[in-house]
């Protein structure tokens, strides 16, 4: 893939600052239930103590960060490290049998698929490109790039990460597909009056082509904080090795997947501290990373279902909605799907991991060669 320094995206930048009128977040995105919330508008909440210290301090923290990603496989001659890795192997085989693979049971989805319109829903990081130890060159191969590009040809397509939209577009660079970035906080779709149209936050706008687009950014009031948290973060660990700290918009990711061990309790110390002071922010775990986002009722799941209500592909017996991801937050999006009883998840993962997908890919490599099947599938049947 090309990648160009002065890449713009294909789609409407973000319009003028929003206005007062709308610094509102839905009633329904709100997770509480006080009347001051219910009203939607801009409150300040009082500071409480939220326990995100006492979290630090205990193990638990130190063991999520600890699980929260597969380590790097290393390669280690040895009769011993031979002996783990085949108890690894039969392990996963195991796992399997609960979440088989999306490309032996290919057959399957297809027959599923018979008669009905696929949507497709990507994650990005460890999806589409592997993990890698620097967040700023996580690019997609060629190949992949190809195989996205194909495949959006054939079905509605969107990627949705955690990244900013901006950074995931300068990644991908595909104008034929649709974008959320933030964990699903800011998605560029497709216009369509629908459900959600009644939420403030939706705003619809026309690209430089002068195709019409939607705007969604459900947690828009919280851009100033989440600027005021990164710098504050950048700030805090500044003096840690290896940290680093990552603007994602509507979140924040703090990284320390090149920080020494020995100071992970530290980082998670640094934004304990920081934290304690912003009630309306939550932390979640994702691979050797602690992400800061709004406490609203959003995430990649609502994206999912906001996409597929804004395609007219909501209420309809006859779609199938695909969602292809490796992390934490993409299980949200699973669920959608299983409540829905509607489609698939596919979980990325080379571990076993409990999850509320259907089927698993291995790695990036194997979910490009799904992403080569449906259009394989697709011209087949045309
Ligand atoms: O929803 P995603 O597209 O999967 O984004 C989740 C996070 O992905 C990125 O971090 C992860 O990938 C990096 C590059 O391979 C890796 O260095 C890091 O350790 C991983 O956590 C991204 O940098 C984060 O901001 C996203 O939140």
Redesign the pocket.
């Known amino acids: 893939m090309e990648l160009k320094s002065n890449h713009t995206a294909p789609v409407l930048t973000d319009p003028a600052p929003i206005s007062k009128s709308r610094l509102c977040i839905h009633p329904s995105l709100l997770p509480f239930s006080s009347p001051a919330f219910r009203s939607g508008m801009l409150v300040t909440i009082p500071r409480k103590k939220t326990g995100i210290l006492d979290d630090v301090r205990s193990s638990s923290w130190l063991d999520a960060m600890k699980s929260s ?1 597969p380590p790097h496989k290393k390669i280690t001659k040895g009769s011993n490290a031979e002996l783990a890795s085949s108890d690894t192997d039969a392990e996963y085989r195991t796992w399997m049998l609960k979440f088989p693979s999306a490309l032996t049971s290919f057959e399957q989805i297809t027959n599923c698929a018979k008669g009905k319109r696929i949507a497709l829903f990507l ?5 589409l ?7 700023d ?2 690019i997609m191969s060629e190949d992949m790039h190809t195989a996205v590009s194909n495949v959006a040809k054939c079905f509605p397509t969107a990627i ?4 900013s939209r901006d950074k ?1 577009y300068e990644f991908v660079g595909l104008k034929e597909l649709y974008y959320a970035g933030s ?1 699903g906080m800011d998605i560029m779709g497709p216009v369509r009056q629908s459900d959600f149209d009644d939420h403030l936050s939706c705003i619809t706008s026309t690209d430089q082509q002068g195709k019409e687009l939607n705007l969604f950014q459900p947690a828009s009031e919280f851009l100033p904080m989440i600027d005021e948290v990164f710098r504050s973060l950048v700030e805090s660990v500044s003096e840690i090795k290896g940290a680093k700290v ?1 603007n ?1 918009k509507f ?1 924040v ?1 703090v ?1 320390y ?1 090149n920080v020494d061990e020995k100071s992970w309790t530290t980082i998670a110390q640094c934004v304990g501290n920081i934290l304690k002071d912003y009630p309306r922010l939550r932390l979640t775990h ?4 602690l ?1 800061v986002r709004p406490v609203i009722n959003w995430d ?1 799941g609502k994206a999912v279902e906001f996409l597929l209500e804004s395609l007219g592909l909501s209420n309809c017996d006859d779609v199938l909605p695909i969602y292809v ?3 934490k ?2 299980e949200d999006a699973f669920k959608v799907l299983r409540e829905r009883n509607q489609g698939y998840g596919i979980l990325v993962s080379s571990v076993p991991k409990e999850s509320n997908a259907f089927y698993s890919l291995r790695d990036p490599s194997e979910v490009m060669e799904f992403l080569k099947l449906l259009v394989i599938w697709k011209s087949s049947a045309l």
């Open positions: 990603s994650d990005y990081d460890g999806t490109s592997p993990i890698v130890d620097n967040p060159c996580a949705i990460s955690g990244r995931v964990h990552e994602n979140c990711s990284h997947r994702g691979r050797k990373v992400e990649k991801g490796d992390d937050t993409d």
